[in-house]
Structures are given as structure tokens and as C-alpha cells.
């Protein structure tokens, strides 16, 4: 997909062990966070989302992390499998608004 | 499981030339985006649109790009005289909901556009 990019921060991870993509965010508006998943030649794929009174939310093997404080948000894989390898990006949705800012999006490869 | 689906997935066109994406958003949907990623950079939102007309717009979408919903199955990305800085992936979503909490957005799998 159109998101492999030269310069996108990578992170590989051992199949199997957890991974915690980290996503800062700057503006204090935003009260809706969504990570989304994007594999090679695919458009965004939702993951997860946390609206801003939460500071976790857990789905299937992945669990959303917001502190307010800091403006930071991160993603935990538990157990990463090899069709975990994707671009990874967060989100942020303001209240009054109806659109989605993206952030830079992090690329994850699972070794075997 | 239902889709958005784009077409085309590939487009080649000369500068200043008009071009149009199409999209056919989940049927039960009411709200619908487009957005664009060039290649390496981050995906940047362009338009929402909701019952007939446009929500919100970015500053990228100018008046070179219009959107229509010409029936009640498509959504349209209009670009009437390409830049070459328009080239990008296009994404086009949609939501049943206005996009906040529980309005998952919808992706479909981009149309790629290459201005020469």
C-alpha cells in the first residue's frame, strides 16, 4: 500500500512476544483515538478505538493505552504473529469534527 | 463481510487532464470520506459528505476537486485539472455513524493515481 514509505520508524518483533507501537498526539481537542492497521496494496483497517474518558480499552489480542496527560497513545499486540506485519497508524477525531487525522504510522515486522 | 469498494485501482493521466474516482460505500451507510496518502507520507483527510453535501473540507481540497453522489450506490472524487502533486493513493470511507465513537470508518483499497 501507499504507506511504505523510506523513512517510516520500524519495529520488529520475535513471533510470539508482545509489541507496543507508540503514537503521539497534539492536539488537546481530540476526544476519539483509532489505531488502524494497514497491510501492503490494502486501505486502513480498524483496531481499535478509545474515546478520550477511557485510559484503556482491550479487544482480541490488543489492547489501546490513552494518557491525556502526556497526549500519548500506544497500541499492545499480545503474541505477534506474522500476518500482524503491517503499517500501524493512530488517529484522532475532535469532538466538534468529522474527520480523522493521521499520524506518521509505524511499520511492524514479525520475524519467525 | 460488506466492503467499500474503488475503482479504479489504477489511474495514469496527463496534467491537466480531469479525472474521477468511484466508490461504492457499504450500502447502509449515511456518511462518507475521502482521503489521500502520497506515497511515504501520512494519510490526510480531504472531505466528509452526509445527506447530499459536504460536512467538512480539508484546505487540500480546493475547488479543483468536487465530490458527488450521483445515485444511491456511488460516491465520486472529481479532480477537474491534475497537478502533479496530486498524485497519491486515494482512499475513499464510509460510516454508518458520524465518525466518532462507534462510527467506524470503512476503508476501501485506494485508487492510485499518477499524474505525468
Known amino acids: 500500500g501507499e504507506s511504505v514509505g523510506l523513512h517510516l520508524p520500524t519495529l520488529s518483533v520475535q513471533e510470539g512476544d508482545n509489541s507496543i507501537i507508540n503514537c503521539a498526539y497534539s492536539n488537546s481537542a481530540s476526544d476519539y483515538f483509532i489505531w488502524y492497521k494497514q497491510e501492503s496494496g490494502k486501505g486502513p483497517q480498524f483496531i481499535i478505538d478509545?474515546?478520550?474518558?477511557?485510559d484503556k480499552r482491550q479487544g482480541q489480542r490488543v489492547t489501546v493505552l490513552l494518557n491525556k496527560t502526556v497526549k500519548h497513545l500506544s497500541l499492545q499486540i499480545a503474541a505477534t504473529q506474522p500476518g500482524d506485519s503491517a503499517v500501524y497508524f493512530c488517529a484522532e477525531n475532535e469532538a466538534a469534527g468529522n474527520k480523522l487525522t493521521f499520524g506518521g504510522g509505524t511499520r511492524v515486522l514479525v520475524k519467525p | 463481510e460488506p466492503e467499500v469498494t474503488q475503482t479504479p485501482s489504477h489511474q495514469v493521466t496527463q496534467m491537466g487532464q480531469e479525472v474521477i474516482l468511484r466508490c461504492v460505500p457499504i450500502?447502509?451507510?449515511?456518511?462518507f470520506y475521502w482521503y489521500r496518502q502520497i506515497l511515504g507520507q501520512k494519510v490526510e483527510f480531504l472531505v466528509s459528505f452526509y445527506n447530499n453535501e459536504i460536512s467538512e473540507k480539508s484546505e487540500i481540497f480546493d475547488d479543483q476537486f468536487s465530490v458527488e453522489r450521483p445515485d444511491g450506490s456511488n460516491f465520486t472524487l472529481k479532480i477537474r485539472s491534475t497537478k502533479l502533486e496530486d498524485s497519491a493513493m486515494y482512499f475513499c470511507a464510509s460510516s454508518e455513524n458520524s465518525g466518532g465513537f462507534g462510527g467506524e470508518l470503512f476503508f476501501g483499497e485506494g485508487s492510485r493515481l499518477t499524474v505525468l
Open positions: 478509545i474515546r478520550s474518558n477511557m
Open positions: 450500502s447502509n451507510h449515511l456518511y
